[in-house]
């Protein structure tokens, strides 16, 4: 059972990291992040 909660814990840290943290050449090769965080200035200044 150790194995299994192991295993499932680093694969969600690797999730996490790939889907949130690790640049996307699609969107100007920013973290989705960093591209939401743009995203909402952008809107918010011309609001």
């Known amino acids: 059972m150790g194995r299994l909660r192991y295993s499932v814990a ?5 999730i ?3 889907n949130t ?3 996307h050449s699609t969107i100007g090769h920013l973290s989705p992040i ?3 965080q743009q995203t909402i ?4 200044l011309a609001a």
């Open 21 to 23: 943290r690790r640049r």
């Open 10 to 14: 680093m694969l969600f840290k690797w």
């Open 34 to 36: 960093d591209f939401e």
């Open 41 to 44: 200035v952008r809107v918010l």
């Open 16 to 18: 996490t990291r790939y």
